[in-house]
């Protein structure tokens, strides 16, 4: 089996905000923002054919059916009303358009003041959740908090050995059995030892696959009640690692974890690496959930906060 290799702690910091953004956004701009410009910044007149091009190209990018006929609805109706004179009046409109609708999940994760603060890490295999955690726990530390990590992934070996060492390298504790081991008795041990150290913040990696898709929501939902009993107000945080890359899938995967342990938060991984980054919008019009966080990138920096005016402003840049 092949090992992930712990991300790198070096980040190469280009100047500007949105610049720095733009270039980890790469593959999605190559196909989606530049076939936009293509199409609405070079003086094409307001026909069948260019809506015919923009209804594709925003599908190309895992938009979705729904949102993208909503997004199509609403500029095809101001441009009937004479409100939008020109292909570059559309981009604008398109431009406010997913801004309207990706905004309202801009919402950081606020730390409450309850301790041990826990967050549960929920998602399929292979969508970079264990990295997620590894990020997330080293951006909660550089905050100030104290935070310990419980390896309730006990389905795969890899998954406690990649905690052990990116929790060695942070200096992070992290509450581990064998493989194999009761995931429900993992997460009392690590609840208990957060207490006894006076731990900020706990952060419980879970499954991503079981032998059934029941066994694997069945074994979430005891990890659940677990964390429940020791305090009815946790877990504080469902937050569910979703790959951009898998595209109106993860729509799929968000229904099946929202209805089993109550998702209360996102974060998008590869955002970098597909030409499918609509997804976002798609999420964020279906489920106006807070989107936590997006991955784009190795660096251990590369897990940022979604502020929704930076990331239109990458996708599509203001003419």
């Not at 997460?187 to 419980?204: E, F, G, M, Q, Y």
């Amino acid at each position: 089996m092949t090992q992930s290799h712990p991300p790198q702690q070096t980040e190469k910091r280009p100047a500007g905000l949105f610049g720095r953004l733009r270039e980890k956004l790469a593959a999605t701009q190559r196909s989606f923002t530049r076939g936009l410009s293509d199409l609405l910044l070079g003086g094409r007149a307001l026909d069948d054919s260019l809506f015919e091009e923009l209804e594709t190209l925003l599908l190309s990018a895992d938009v979705g059916v729904e949102t993208t006929q909503y997004l199509l609805k609403g500029i095809t109706e101001q441009v009937s009303r004479k409100q939008l004179r020109d292909a570059r009046a559309v981009y604008q409109a398109l431009r406010q358009s997913i801004l309207s609708i990706v905004a309202p999940c801009s919402r950081r994760l606020e730390i409450a003041a309850a301790r041990p603060f826990v967050i549960m890490v929920v998602g399929v295999n292979g969508v970079g959740k264990t990295t997620t955690i590894a990020k997330l726990a080293r951006r909660l530390k550089n905050d100030g908090h104290a935070v310990m990590v419980g390896a309730a992934d006990t389905f795969r070996a890899a998954a406690i050995e990649q905690l052990k060492t990116w929790a060695g390298r942070l200096d992070i504790p992290v509450i581990a059995q064998h493989t194999g081991a009761d995931a429900a008795a993992v997460v009392h041990d690590a609840l208990n030892a957060a207490k006894a150290r006076a731990s900020d913040i706990l952060i419980v990696d879970t499954a991503g696959r079981q032998h059934t898709q029941a066994g694997l929501m069945d074994e979430l939902k005891k990890i659940r009640r677990v964390i429940a009993k020791a305090d009815p107000a946790a877990p504080h945080e469902v937050l569910l690692v979703l790959d951009a890359g898998t595209g109106q899938n993860a729509l799929s995967q968000l229904a099946h974890f929202g209805e089993a342990v109550g998702v209360t938060g996102l974060a998008l991984t590869k955002l970098d690496g597909t030409a499918k980054g609509g997804i976002l919008i798609a999420l964020a019009r279906k489920t106006g959930l807070p989107i936590r966080y997006i991955g784009v990138g190795e660096g251990m920096d590369d897990l940022r906060e979604f502020i929704a005016e930076e990331y239109v402003d990458a996708l599509l840049p203001a003419p």
